[in-house]
């Protein structure tokens, strides 16, 4: 009789390939054709109207009914002519993935669709039904979600998807999106004041982002048969094929037909819905891809990422496919992670991260380079918390991932220019000399030639006119990490911009009084920089003499989250009250314990039903081997030995998941939510997770192929 496995591998090989149809071999003729942006808005309201609308997308100003109105009936009748029947309000629950509660335009009492204004601005789903860590209890329901005009409302599946902030009825916020828009605003004020020193041009400036997204693809049959992907997103057990990523011939290698099906398909639909997906190729694993985007305004490319994954999984499916977005779905491969490509723009189109042929703009980019490297020194703890969720764990300091310890890699040429800078802070300066130059600043537009290296163990790197924040994980929601980049970096801008003030007060000439705060900057922040091999032992212990944290466990690295020095960095900035980020230290705590949880029960039921019962089956047929060849006089010393290695693993894997599931029950009584979390990442996971996937990876190289109930990896990452 087939096993499961078996059958889906058979399957697998009738699989037909869907060729992709692209509405127009041109992609500039559709796309965004699914998008109500602002050509649309200025083609269908009435040009004051479209001022309104317009000038509150750009400044952020409130919306009124009247015109909210006259957006919903130009809104609706452009949707109905798309072959929309529904509307949402599409919003990030602190759940991590994005929610809908889809409405029909039909109204059945007057035989019409109807849309109204009030429809388009605000909704009420029940917000006790979302994680809230406590701000709203069952018996305290009401939640809203509110239009943002900033973001563009768009049809996804004959649905109007109207992008929304989520809050309480008492005004705090329940999303991801709320704190972001709001970090962002703190960000603008505080680098137009730094901008301001250089061209009183600059009004507005904007966090740009792109996101690298990686993920793995297997076969939908295959992904059937594997109980820990399917509640887990991660193979709890499976040894590693003869052929991983060794031969370094997956990178950038031929992608497979069936797979590069896929990724047509889903660009094609990603470039409707107005997504700029511009890179595709295969990562360093086998099975494992990436999709990048051109960059776009932060709050837009966040709302794109989620998207976006959303976007792939479904049309995955239509191909056969499984698109795997955890950070770690194969041990012993590299993980997976989102490259956050992180800089700022002016209006007046200036990338304040690109060095320039001009030592003026060269001043403004190295106080926007070093202020940043100074906010991830002064909140490194921070921007770890941002980044840690139990799938991260098992991805960061592993095959390529950045370690858990945050540094910034700049590269030798940057760094000798901060070295220098800081070298010659008793270098005189007298009246009529070139100050630039005697401070080397006019030697970094040498670096605009690829002259910055990369380093893929270093967590936050620069490269080039960006910094790229490589620790985010794959399966994770930008807007978290994101808001809190953007928070440090305004509270080292306000800062910069008061010592700054100062030194012009006592006398200093302005670039004189720049530079001295600079060079004091450099300095207290030069252990944050580290340009060697993240992942040595050397750095490790050279990390420890320096201060810098080494929070490997999601647990430990959260606490940052309810520090006073968080709660008045956010509160400062009025993007999180003390409430709200109590409330996400318990939200992701919950989140960490549940994980942990969910992937401990699939270990046991694996282990107890169905691994230690193939291998007895097959110790039962090489007891009768044994016996025959003892019958016959034969030599029967090698099935002896396999018997008891597998009587050896069958014994420590009961022995292990009977104590991990009394563990999880002496655990499940403490009441301390920040206890019980370190507990599971302690005494759960460190304790039980490795032993036991040790004896069922031995017992896969035991027990008969024929009879082993999991697939393997060599089936899940090699065949398409």
């Given at each position: 009789m087939a096993t499961l496995r078996q059958h889906a591998l058979m399957k697998l090989q009738s699989r037909e390939r869907i060729e992709p149809v692209a509405p127009s071999l041109k992609v500039s003729d559709y796309f965004g054709s699914l998008v109500f942006g602002l050509k649309e808005m200025q083609e269908a309201l009435a040009p004051t109207v479209f001022k309104t609308v317009s000038t509150a997308i750009e400044k952020g100003t409130k919306i009124d009914m009247s015109t909210a109105e006259e957006v919903a009936t130009a809104v609706k009748s452009w949707a109905l002519s798309k072959g929309a029947t529904h509307y949402t309000h599409w919003f990030q629950p602190l759940t991590g993935s994005t929610a809908e509660k889809h409405d029909t335009f039909f109204d059945a009492l007057s035989n019409m669709e109807k849309f109204k204004g009030s429809a388009l601005v605000q909704q009420e789903p029940d917000a006790s039904s979302f994680p809230s860590g406590g701000i709203r209890t069952t018996f305290e329901a009401r939640g809203y979600t509110a239009w943002d005009p900033s973001s563009p409302i768009f049809i996804y599946d004959q649905t109007l998807c109207i992008p929304t902030i989520f809050v309480s009825y008492t005004g705090e916020a329940l999303d991801f999106k709320t704190p972001l828009i709001r970090s962002s605003e703190a960000i603008n004020n505080a680098a137009v004041d730094i901008c301001q020193f250089f061209d009183r041009n600059v009004k507005k400036v904007t966090p740009s982002l792109g996101v690298e997204q990686e993920y793995f693809v297997i076969d939908r049959a295959l992904y059937a048969t594997r109980p820990d992907l399917v509640m887990a997103g991660r193979t709890v057990y499976g040894h590693n094929p003869a052929r991983g990523q060794q031969l370094d011939d997956h990178y950038f290698g031929?992608?497979?037909?069936?797979?590069?099906?896929?990724?047509?398909d889903f660009e094609i639909e990603s470039w409707k819905l107005g997504i700029p997906v511009s890179t595709r190729h295969n990562e360093v694993a086998p099975g494992q891809y990436e999709v990048a985007p051109l960059f776009e305004e932060i709050n837009k490319a966040t709302d794109h990422n989620l998207l976006l994954m959303d976007l792939m999984d479904k049309v995955a499916e239509k191909h056969g496919l499984k698109v795997l977005f955890h950070e770690k779905p194969f041990a012993g491969l590299n993980g997976s992670g989102k490259h956050n490509n992180w800089s700022l723009i002016t209006d007046t189109g200036v990338n304040l991260f690109q060095p320039s042929n001009s030592a003026r703009e060269n001043l403004q980019f190295l106080c926007f380079l070093v202020a940043t490297i100074k906010a991830v020194h002064e909140y490194a703890d921070l921007l770890r918390a941002s980044i840690a969720s139990a799938g991260n764990d098992f991805r960061l300091g592993a095959n390529e991932a950045p370690p858990a310890i945050i540094s910034v890699f700049l590269g030798s040429?940057?760094?000798g220019i901060l070295d220098e800078l800081e070298k010659n802070g008793n270098v005189k300066i007298e009246k009529g000399d070139n100050m630039y130059m005697k401070l080397g600043i006019t030697k970094i537009p040498e670096i605009i030639l690829d002259n910055t290296d990369r380093n893929r163990t270093s967590p936050f790197a620069f490269t080039g006119n960006k910094f790229e924040f490589r620790a985010v994980g794959s399966s994770a929601n930008v807007a978290g990490p994101m808001t809190a980049l953007n928070v440090i970096v305004a509270d080292i801008l306000k800062?910069?911009?008061k010592e700054i003030d100062k030194e012009i007060d006592a006398g200093k000439e302005k670039k004189i009084a720049i530079v001295d705060v600079l060079r004091k900057y450099i300095k207290e922040s030069r252990d944050i920089r580290f340009e060697g091999d993240g992942y040595s032992e050397e750095w490790e212990k050279e990390a420890h003499k320096r201060g810098l944290s080494n929070l490997k466990s999601t647990p430990f690295a959260l606490d940052t989250l309810v520090a006073k020095k968080t709660a008045e960095l956010y509160k400062r900035h009025n993007v999180l009250n003390e409430t709200e980020l109590h409330a996400r230290h318990e939200i992701r705590l919950e989140n960490y314990i549940m994980r942990v949880q969910i992937e401990s029960r699939v270990m046991g039921d694996l282990a107890l039903n169905h691994i230690i019962p193939t291998a007895i089956q097959y110790q039962n047929k090489l007891i009768k081997n044994a016996n025959g060849l003892k019958g016959l006089g034969l030599d029967h010393r090698a099935a002896i030995e396999t018997i008891e290695e597998v009587s050896k693993h069958i014994e420590s894997l009961k022995a292990n998941v009977s104590e991990m599931i009394e563990?999880?029950?002496?655990?499940?009584?403490?009441e301390d939510i920040s206890e019980k979390a370190k507990l599971y990442s302690t005494d759960v996971k460190d304790a039980f997770f490795e032993k036991?996937?040790?004896?069922?990876?031995?017992?896969?190289?035991?027990?008969?192929d024929e009879f082993w109930p999991l697939t393997k990896y060599r089936e899940m990452l090699f065949l398409k």
């Open positions: 031929s992608i497979a037909q069936r797979v590069k099906q896929f990724m047509k040429t940057l760094t800062n910069l911009k563990a999880r029950k002496r655990i499940n009584k403490v036991i996937r040790y004896a069922v990876d031995k017992l896969e190289l035991l027990v008969d």
